[in-house]
């Protein structure tokens, strides 16, 4: 329930910072360019708040924090006084109106550039890409890649931590190869392979893109052996005590930490054996675990911690820059996810990923919730990547979107007149089924995940 609550809250925050900036740069470009601004409003519905300036612009806070919107006054729209006419939208040259409908995208991507830059000036902790198996008969066991290597590059795109190396590897689904270039661990000679993506099976909601591939990323050794002990917790109240070596859960041997967690996510409220070691020997305790819900599913749940072993210093890196630097490396990064949201948008639109891969507002959610817990940095960058797409969306040629009114702005350009208002409204009607039914489709999948 936490969760839930975590990752509804995170959720709002950022929707409500990025809406805040999309629609700030429509209403400032507006006033810049002499339009009359009658409401700015974050979210949709019934206001909770609102307050109205000197000048008569009225701010207000709405309930549902699903979008946003500036009204600008118009006289297609309103009843418009004679000494206002100049400050209507419709009576302003098309390049202003294309500068005004424009500026909520670009304040997005500013906006994107800004969060990067504020997060390669804090810095980004991360692990150097070293693989830590392959998985027999897979793709890149096929293509011979060793374990022990670091990966340095992937379709020439330089891979410094395993956030890069899966932003590279997305951006090379549908494509038939993929070159990846590797160096041991040891040694500054970096060796080239090419793997066979033809077959390439890869589904974001079951696995990772490395996964799929048969690549598994080192990490440190787990021992079954407890280093920690919630308090109140089931483990605790059936006197598990840290240093505990684990066996076996219900005569099933637990030969290490993953196969005891499976087991114990099978007795959700129920009575279970445990048989530990300690001090040399043998024992057997009764635990009832929690029950906690874990992607759709109730599982058991007794409140302890492995022991790992520390991360080798080695593979340890911190992405920070000084105030010059981060420019470049922020603007690096937002170019980077702007080509790659462009190039999975074709992809989709071709066939070549499946519309499986969309989320909708459960996954922003949990993936705002997730990235929050994990630090004030990892938001930066989550808020950066969901105001990219906010902006790349927005400018789909979609009637109902900017880029709707774009297109027809442009077409004005061409033609030296207006697109007739029936046309608009035509396409308005279509624009919105096509909104309607991309975001029944996220729904869709994000339900399908939860539940599934």
């Known amino acids: 329930m936490f969760d839930f609550f975590w990752n509804l809250a995170s959720f709002v925050v950022a929707l409500g910072i990025l809406v805040t900036v999309h629609e700030y740069g429509h209403f400032w470009v507006a006033r810049k360019n002499g339009v009359k601004v009658e409401r700015f409003s974050v979210g949709f519905g019934r206001a909770i708040w609102r307050k109205t300036?000197?000048?008569?612009?009225?701010?207000?806070?709405?309930?549902?924090?699903?979008?946003?919107?500036?009204?600008?006054?118009?006289?297609?729209?309103?009843?418009?006084?004679?000494?206002?006419?100049?400050?209507?939208?419709?009576?302003?040259?098309?390049?202003?109106?294309i500068a005004i409908v424009a500026a909520g995208p670009l304040a997005n991507f500013i906006f994107a550039l800004f969060a990067f830059y504020l997060m390669f000036l804090i810095g980004v902790p991360g692990v150097k890409p070293v693989i830590g198996d392959i998985v027999p008969s897979s793709i890149a066991a096929k293509a011979k890649l060793t374990d022990n290597s670091v990966i340095v590059s992937i379709a020439g795109n330089v891979t410094r931590d395993w956030q890069e190396v899966n932003l590279a590897l997305i951006a090379q689904i549908?494509?038939?190869?993929?070159?990846?270039?590797?160096?041991?661990?040891?040694?500054?000679?970096?060796?080239?392979?090419?793997?066979?993506?033809r077959?390439?099976?890869?589904?974001?909601?079951?696995?990772?893109?490395?996964?799929?591939?048969?690549?598994?990323?080192?990490?440190?050794?787990?021992?079954?052996?407890?280093?920690?002990?919630?308090?109140?917790?089931?483990?605790?109240?059936?006197?598990?005590?840290?240093?505990?070596?684990?066996?076996?859960?219900?005569?099933?041997?637990?030969?290490d930490w993953l196969s005891f967690a499976k087991e114990i996510k099978k007795f959700p409220s129920a009575e279970v054996f445990i048989t530990i070691e300690r001090n040399g020997d043998i024992l057997t305790l009764s635990v009832t675990p929690d029950s906690i819900e874990q992607a759709g599913?109730?599982?058991?749940?007794?409140?302890?911690?492995?022991?790992?072993?520390?991360?080798?210093?080695?593979?340890?890196?911190?992405?920070?820059?000084?105030?010059?630097?981060?420019?470049?490396?922020?603007?690096?990064?937002?170019?980077?996810?702007?080509?790659?949201?462009f190039g999975m948008i074709g992809k989709l639109?071709?066939?070549?990923?499946?519309?499986?891969?969309?989320?909708?507002?459960?996954?922003?959610?949990?993936?705002?919730?997730?990235?929050?817990?994990?630090?004030f940095v990892y938001f930066l960058g989550f808020l950066a990547l969901i105001s990219i797409n906010l902006g790349i969306i927005n400018l789909l040629p979609l009637p109902v979107l900017d880029g709707g009114h774009l297109l027809y702005y442009v077409i004005e350009l061409l033609t030296g007149k207006e697109v007739p208002e029936k046309v608009?409204?035509?396409?308005?009607?279509?624009?919105?089924?096509?909104l309607l039914m991309l975001m029944a489709i996220g729904l869709f999948n994000d339900f399908s995940r939860v539940l599934g």
């Open 53 to 97: 300036a000197k000048d008569g612009t009225e701010y207000v806070l709405a309930m549902i924090p699903l979008g946003g919107y500036v009204k600008m006054l118009d006289e297609r729209v309103d009843d418009v006084q004679p000494e206002d006419k100049d400050k209507t939208f419709n009576s302003k040259s098309v390049y202003q109106r």
């Open 174 to 197: 549908g494509n038939e190869k993929i070159t990846i270039k590797t160096k041991q661990t040891d040694s500054q000679y970096v060796t080239s392979f090419i793997l066979d993506t």
């Open 199 to 255: 077959n390439w099976q890869f589904s974001p909601d079951k696995t990772s893109a490395l996964t799929s591939l048969g690549i598994t990323p080192f990490r440190p050794k787990v021992h079954n052996e407890l280093s920690a002990i919630a308090k109140e917790s089931p483990a605790a109240l059936a006197g598990l005590l840290v240093g505990d070596k684990l066996i076996a859960v219900a005569d099933v041997k637990t030969s």
């Open 297 to 341: 599913k109730t599982v058991g749940f007794i409140g302890v911690a492995p022991k790992v072993d520390a991360w080798p210093e080695t593979l340890l890196i911190e992405l920070k820059y000084g105030p010059i630097e981060a420019i470049k490396e922020s603007a690096l990064r937002t170019w980077n996810l702007t080509t790659l949201t």
């Open 349 to 375: 639109l071709t066939g070549d990923i499946s519309v499986k891969n969309l989320s909708g507002p459960i996954g922003i959610a949990q993936g705002a919730g997730a990235s929050a817990s994990h630090g």
């Open 424 to 434: 608009q409204e035509a396409g308005f009607k279509f624009g919105a089924i096509a």
